[in-house]
């Protein structure tokens, strides 16, 4: 079964101190995976795609990488401002149209 | 650009009633997703539709309907509303057939007592 954990439930950090957050996959043929950050009461609002083992994409103190079995959210220097839910989700090749979430990492940097 | 837009943001229902939750996008993607996002899940798919008039069923479709006359709007119609239906629920729709983004309407939360 297409599954995708994502830990840990809940980080806080001081502002400044980086960290990563993990999402463990296990699909049959993986066609992309994604990162969302979710604020409070809004949407999920996109991040990256990644499509295959080895790729890396960066979006100012955030850089998601990509392996066979997982990715990472490093967070670079976090500011108050990057406190949200991350959500990760996979599409896998068994299910075209379909995506599935993983429950997110709520991040609390604090000042 | 509105990009996907839901309404009612907020709505109580009692039990037994029914109700519409409208989306509309207006960036002509033919890909439109339902999800309902319950406190420590993951979001869960209840209905999506490839193009208009085609609409199929996703993970959790029990209780809900939906139709796609157009390519715009993507109603999730609530019939006899249980208090397993209370969550958050958000519409999404993508350009892409294959792997690619979704583009988020802001969510409905609907409480059923």
């Known amino acids: 079964e297409d599954q995708v954990t994502q830990s840990p439930e809940a980080l806080r950090l001081q502002e400044g101190e980086s960290s990563s957050l993990n999402c463990s996959y296990t699909?049959?043929?993986?066609?992309?995976l994604f990162w969302y950050r979710q604020d409070p009461g809004k949407g999920p609002e996109f991040l990256f795609t990644?499509?295959?083992a080895g790729e890396e994409k960066e979006k100012e103190r955030l850089k998601a990488t990509l392996t066979k079995k997982e990715s990472f959210l490093h967070i670079t220097a976090p500011k108050p401002e990057d406190s949200a839910t991350y959500l990760c989700a996979v599409q896998a090749s068994s299910g075209t149209y379909k995506y599935i979430f993983g429950t997110g990492t709520r991040l609390k940097v604090l000042a | 650009n509105a990009g996907v837009t839901q309404t009612p943001k907020f709505r109580i229902l009692k039990i037994g009633q029914s109700m519409t939750l409208q989306c509309t996008q207006d960036?002509?993607?033919?890909?439109m997703y339902w999800y309902r996002q319950d406190p420590g899940m993951g979001l869960k798919l209840i209905y999506y539709s490839v193009g208009a008039g085609i609409t199929d069923k996703g993970e959790v479709p029990n209780g809900y309907n939906v139709s796609r006359s157009t390519t715009e709007d993507f109603p999730l119609r609530l019939e006899l509303a249980a208090p397993s239906q209370t969550s958050v629920y958000f519409c999404a729709s993508s350009p892409y057939q294959g792997p690619g983004e979704l583009f988020f309407g802001e969510g409905s939360r609907l409480t059923v007592l």
């Open positions: 699909v049959s043929g993986l066609r992309g």
């Open positions: 990644l499509y295959s």
């Open positions: 960036m002509n993607h033919n890909y």
